[in-house]
């Protein structure tokens, strides 16, 4: 009886320690224990995005006035990662890099902006999304319907060179800046939760005052 007591007495002690241990460095961890590996939440401050040759930012406001110039709404930044600010993609091509990957297999989340009925639009644009220079998906953009708000891509280890993973997105249009991303993220899973909270400077809750100069407003629209 009494070694069923001690022993007893052993594994409640090696319970709370492995809970203490949990408690102690769990937060250390959380990040190597994470399926999300990087998020560009693409926000106004993010001006090194400018050197991967991203246009600018756009506020949901901002966007939802382009759109009306060609009768169509812009739908919501989608989750998890909310915060209405967009940058967009350049017809010379823009792109996001991701360093010291070290597993065979991600999956990478592109956040759209999309519209309601980008079909009935004058607007001829085709967004070319490669990676390693390797073409992996294309849209045109009468195809940014809320269907295409989050395309979700497998990154197997053909598109990781030297532990770095370069996703080049590339327009092809008359004028460009046609296709805007709300966020991108790098995961091991297929899935996002509903919600990834990202701390938000100042700058960030503002409006961007001036819409993007090559953002172009049509010479002539019929309704």
Partial sequence: MSEIIETMRYMIFTVSMILL?????????SQELSPIIKVYQLAPKDSFLVQWNWITALDYKKISD??????????????????NCAWFISKYGSRIVFENLTESSYYLH??????DHPEKTPIDALCVISCNNKPVKQLAFSEMTIK?????????????????????FKEYSSAGGFFGVWDILLSTLDTLPDAIEMKKSEPEQKTMKQPPAKLIKPKSIKK
């Fill in 21 to 29: 241990a949990a408690m102690l460095y769990g937060n250390g961890h």
């Fill in 66 to 83: 382009w759109g009306k110039v060609y009768y169509c709404s812009v739908n919501y930044d989608d989750k998890p990662v909310i915060d």
């Fill in 110 to 115: 592109i956040n759209f902006v999309t519209f």
């Fill in 148 to 168: 295409n708000s989050t395309v979700v891509l497998n990154i197997t280890r053909e598109f990781i060179v030297n532990k770095t993973l370069t996703v080049e």
